[in-house]
């Protein structure tokens, strides 16, 4: 590695905390993960999705907008992202066991369906794509009401084929709304290889709409943090919207439910479980001299602490009860929600 690889990040104005920081929540989203399979497995939830391959691109993506402004529509995999937002483990892990203090939904969704007022993160729904219509809702109030952020929305290589995806970008493109599209490519769509059902680039489908696409390596995550920067500043000069194609690959099953060596070989998942984001991002930080054995070892033990902390928690915490099922479907007197 070269010295200038080696501060790649100072010149993109990162400092060596936040690096450190990026690389934080990266390995606390694969630990979470990871406790979510021991989870289902074990007979404590029902169903996990995991995002494991997909963390450096997620948290990246989420450090380059800015927290308390921009608005966040993320999908089902993203857990790297909405912890970098500033959701907590207790609060995911209240999703995950579908408890009433969830702020999600309440334990209404099923894990994944991401939702945090406070935080900006939009509520999800289940089907597929239909939070790109509603990113670039989002961003046609900031262009109408002249606000300075920017909506930015991610979704698989599936989704890039369904019809709200190309409304959405139509929409976006015509009026130069400051909305960022990212595509998190893991290579399928459930048991769908990207081969079979995707033809050509999803990045080039931009120029079809008026605005750039960009293509990254979405394993590195100083190239995601530097491509979802430049795309925020343009947004917000007025220049209209970015598609982000980053290329990743889903390491693990689509889900809990599946069964993916019924369509992909062992190998495969090998091939390119050595080529993950995370500890290649971790041996860029050893490389610089910013991190060590030690402090991986000190990291890993916190965070499983908070992980424990916030599993018996959550497993301990009451469910919603059957009185709970109208709230927030009618708006109260007085205009309360």
Not at 20 to 49: C, N, P
Not at 229 to 253: D, H, N, S, W
Request: proline share 4%; aromatic share 10%; net charge negative.
């Amino acid at each position: 590695m070269s010295i200038g690889q080696m501060t790649k990040h100072r010149q993109l104005g990162l400092t060596d905390q936040q690096v450190i920081e990026m690389y934080t929540y990266m390995l606390k989203a694969r630990m979470f993960d990871e406790r979510g399979f021991l989870l289902q497995r074990s007979g404590k939830i029902a169903f996990h999705v995991s995002g494991i391959g997909q963390e450096t691109a997620q948290v990246a993506a989420a450090y380059a907008l800015e927290r308390g402004t921009d608005y966040f529509l993320p999908y089902y995999r993203d857990y790297g992202f909405v912890l970098t937002a500033g959701m907590t483990l207790r609060e995911l892990l209240l999703s995950v066991f579908a408890k009433a203090e969830d702020p999600n939904s309440g334990g209404r969704q099923m894990p994944g369906h991401f939702s945090h007022k406070k935080l900006n993160i939009v509520t999800g729904s289940s089907p597929v794509t239909t939070q790109v219509p509603h990113a670039v809702g989002f961003a046609l109030a900031a262009k109408m009401k002249r606000k300075s952020f920017v909506s930015f929305v991610t979704f698989g290589d599936g989704s890039s084929n369904q019809g709200d995806f190309h409304e959405g970008c139509n929409f976006a493109g015509v009026n130069k709304l400051p909305v960022i599209f990212m595509c998190e490519n893991n290579q399928y769509a459930i048991s769908v290889p990207l081969h079979k059902q995707t033809a050509g680039s999803i990045a080039e489908r931009a120029a079809g709409y008026g605005f750039p696409g960009v293509k990254v390596d979405g394993r590195d995550a100083l190239e995601v943090y530097r491509v979802v920067k430049e795309a925020r500043e343009r947004a917000l000069r007025g220049e209209g919207p970015t598609l982000i194609e980053a290329v990743m690959y889903r390491i693990p099953p689509h889900s809990t439910s599946d069964n993916d060596l019924l369509y992909r070989t062992q190998e495969e998942v090998d091939m390119n479980r050595a080529q993950d984001g995370l500890p290649r991002f971790r041996q860029y930080l050893v490389n610089c001299g910013v991190w060590s054995e030690e402090q991986e070892a000190a990291l890993a033990e916190e965070i499983k602490k908070e992980l424990v902390e916030a599993t018996n928690y959550a497993e301990q915490a009451p469910y919603p009860q059957p009185e709970d099922t109208l709230r927030h479907v009618y708006g109260e007197q007085g205009g309360e929600e």
